[in-house]
């Protein structure tokens, strides 16, 4: 049987795993080793997002009262972390505004952990049964297994430019 994991634990999973990047980029002072590492959060986030889309807000939606007006916030924040990799990606790797938008990245992000990780995740533990968190959960870990499409999104658009660095 394959593992199924509880839907508010992958994305609390990959806020860890978005974390532990960021140090890594931090505790070396290789410039194309954070530029990797950056390009590597780019994805991940981007990838995380687009799980958000699929399989968070609509759950969101569903089962909080204030679920629309939850989602309307998180996609407004998304908007800010949006703008800060579109800048990242026009800064040379290394360069002082590269590292000033991976700071603001890393304020955002733990913006992000914390609102979603203290708010949002107790209230839908309340209101979702396990077996509805390990279902929804098990179809997003799957669904983060797919390629990215390339498509339209900023997201996509920033990740493929950043992997034409190197």
Do not use: I
């Amino acid at each position: 049987m394959a593992y199924k994991q509880d839907l508010l634990e992958l994305f609390t999973d990959e806020h860890r795993e978005a974390e532990r990047l960021l140090a890594a980029y931090e505790a070396t002072s290789d410039v194309r080793r954070r530029d990797a590492l950056a390009g590597r959060l780019v994805t991940d986030l981007a990838r995380h997002t687009v799980a958000e889309e699929h399989h968070l807000h609509p759950v969101v939606r569903r089962a909080l009262p204030d679920g629309e007006h939850l989602v309307a916030r998180a996609l407004a924040d998304r908007a800010e972390a949006e703008r800060v990799v579109g800048e990242l990606s026009r800064r040379a790797p290394g360069g002082p505004g590269a590292e000033r938008c991976v700071r603001e990245l890393s304020d955002w992000l733990g913006r992000h952990s914390a609102y979603q990780e203290d708010e949002v995740f107790p209230r839908l533990r309340d209101v979702l049964t396990r077996r509805e968190r390990l279902e929804r959960g098990t179809r997003a870990a799957a669904h983060a297994e797919r390629p990215l499409d390339p498509g339209p999104g900023l997201f996509d658009r920033l990740r493929e430019r950043l992997s034409a660095r190197f």
